[in-house]
C-alpha cells in the first residue's frame, strides 16, 4: 500500500517567517505534487515534480518554491510566510504511465499569524 | 490548460436514495479522470477512476459515465448510506500526470 507522509498535521507560524513542509512517499515514485486546499476552490496545484531535481510550476506557485534532492522527498518553501497562505496543504505522488492514481498524505494544515 | 467545473457545490439526499454529481472538462486531450472522496479531516481517497477508452465503469454502489463528445463525466452513487457523506472531488489528468480538479461537493445523506 502506497504511504505518502508529510511531517506535520498542523503548523503556526509567523508573517514573515520561512516555512519548510515535508513529504515523503514510500513506493519509488517519480512524480510528486504539492497542492493547496481552500474551501470552495478545490485542490490548487502549487508546484510538481517529475524527477530528482526537476520541478514544473502549477497553477499558484506565486510566494513558494520547492526542492527534490531525493527521490521519496519533496519539500515546500514559503520563501517569507503571509496571512493569504494559511491554508490547508496536500503532498500527493504517482508513478509514471498508464494512467494510476495520484496518492495523498493527510495533510500540513499551517496557520500563518 | 485544462479547467474542470463540478456541480452541484452541496447536495443533500435521503438515505437509500441516488446522488449524482456532475463535472465538465475542457481539454480533449484528457484520458483520465478520477474521483476521491474526502471524510472531514481526512486525506482524499480514489474511489473510482475511468479512463478515455471506456464509457462506464461500476463498482458496486458506485458508478462513473464518461462523454467525450460532450467532454463530461458523472459520478452516481445508489442506495446511499450515512457513510457516504462527504467531500466528492472529480478530476481530469492533462500534460504528464498532472490532474485539474473540481471544485468538490458536499454530499449530506439524511437518516
Known amino acids: 500500500d502506497v504511504k505518502v507522509t508529510q511531517s506535520s498535521r498542523y503548523l503556526v507560524k509567523r508573517t514573515g517567517e520561512k516555512v519548510f513542509l515535508e513529504c515523503v512517499q514510500d513506493?519509488?515514485?517519480?512524480?510528486m505534487f504539492w497542492y493547496r486546499q481552500d474551501p470552495g476552490l478545490g485542490l490548487r496545484l502549487i508546484y510538481f515534480?517529475?524527477?530528482?531535481?526537476?520541478?514544473e510550476k502549477g497553477d499558484i506557485p506565486e510566494g513558494y518554491s520547492v526542492s527534490r534532492e531525493k527521490k521519496e522527498r519533496f519539500s515546500l518553501i514559503l520563501e517569507s510566510a503571509s496571512t493569504n497562505q494559511t491554508s490547508m496543504y496536500l503532498c500527493?505522488?504517482?508513478?509514471?504511465?498508464?494512467?494510476?492514481?495520484?496518492?495523498f498524505g493527510d495533510g500540513t494544515r499551517l496557520s500563518i499569524l | 490548460g485544462e479547467n474542470v467545473e463540478q456541480h452541484p457545490s452541496t447536495l443533500s439526499v435521503q438515505e437509500g436514495d441516488s446522488a449524482v454529481i456532475k463535472c465538465t472538462y475542457s481539454?480533449?486531450?484528457?484520458?483520465?479522470f478520477p474521483w476521491y472522496k474526502q471524510e472531514l479531516g481526512k486525506r482524499p481517497q480514489l474511489i473510482i477512476d475511468?479512463?478515455?477508452?471506456?464509457g462506464e465503469k461500476k463498482d458496486q454502489r458506485i458508478a462513473v459515465t464518461l462523454n467525450k463528445t460532450a467532454k463530461h463525466f458523472s459520478l452516481h452513487i445508489t442506495e446511499t448510506q450515512p457513510e457516504d457523506s462527504a467531500v466528492y472531488f472529480c478530476?481530469?489528468?492533462?500534460?504528464?500526470?498532472?490532474?485539474?480538479f473540481g471544485t468538490g461537493t458536499r454530499l449530506t445523506i439524511i437518516p
Open positions: 500527493a505522488s504517482v508513478g509514471s504511465g498508464s494512467n494510476q492514481p495520484q496518492h
Open positions: 513506493m519509488d515514485h517519480e512524480n
Open positions: 515534480s517529475y524527477d530528482v531535481k526537476m520541478k
Open positions: 481539454d480533449s486531450a484528457s484520458n483520465y
Open positions: 475511468i479512463r478515455s477508452n471506456v
Open positions: 478530476a481530469a489528468k492533462y500534460g504528464n500526470e498532472k490532474l485539474t
